[in-house]
């Protein structure tokens, strides 16, 4: 996908997720054009909640191709709205009341994730966990050895990973921290930011 589309998806994440319901009409299209597998739909229809599975497409949509943006606005016939302000967009660029990231408070930031948070995170990471880990100070082995333990569930590997990197940096294991390595991965704060909130 290209760049500026991966970035017009992620500024508008916790707004599409708000108004998007994917089940009925998005992924259907998106599954007929080949841009999402059987199991990435089941995976989206799994979700507990409308702005989950809109969350869980909106992961997997970077990944998909060079095809995935435009095959999604196509997807948004009943959405008309919100496929204009994304076109929009586009054509503009991002405008000045386009919300940014809103700013963690510092207590927030110097406080270690708990077992809940490290868990819910786990969930939302994509591909891109395994950078998120590497940039947090994890071996190229103790990547390994979460894969190995976990081979059927991505979520403990995550989470696993996650936990052994709080446990060996103690009080440094911040959400500062883990903030500073999901910018490294290249996935959006907003994702920590549904986490903590």
């Known amino acids: 996908m290209d760049p500026a589309h991966r970035a ?6 916790l707004e599409l997720s708000g108004q998007l319901l994917v ?15 059987e199991a990435q739909v089941e995976d989206i229809a799994s979700q507990p909640t409308d702005r989950l599975k809109t969350l869980k497409l909106l992961d997997l949509l970077p990944s998909r191709g060079p095809r ?28 000045p009341s386009s919300p940014d990231v809103r700013q963690l408070p510092d207590s927030v930031l110097q406080k270690v994730p708990s077992d809940r948070e490290l868990s819910r995170l786990a ?16 071996s ?4 390994f050895r979460c894969r190995a333990d976990h081979p059927l569930s991505t979520h403990g590997a995550v989470l696993a990973g996650l936990v052994q990197w709080r446990r060996c940096e103690g009080k440094k294991a911040t959400v500062e921290r883990l903030l500073q390595s999901l910018k490294a991965a290249d996935v959006h704060p907003s994702v920590l930011e549904d986490v903590l909130m």
């Not at 017009?8 to 994440?13: E, G, I, M, S, V």
């Not at 259907?28 to 597998?37: A, C, D, I, R």
């Open 23 to 37: 089940s009925e009409t998005i992924v259907p299209v998106l599954y007929q054009e080949n841009v999402l597998t």
């Open 68 to 95: 995935a943006f435009s095959a999604f606005l196509r997807s948004l016939d009943e959405f008309g709205w919100v496929r204009d302000k994304l076109l929009q967009e586009l054509q503009t660029g991002p405008g």
């Open 140 to 143: 190229a082995e103790a990547l």
């Open 8 to 13: 017009l998806l992620r500024t508008h994440r």
């Open 123 to 138: 969930s939302r990471l994509g591909a891109e966990w395994e950078s998120v880990l590497m940039d947090l100070g994890l």
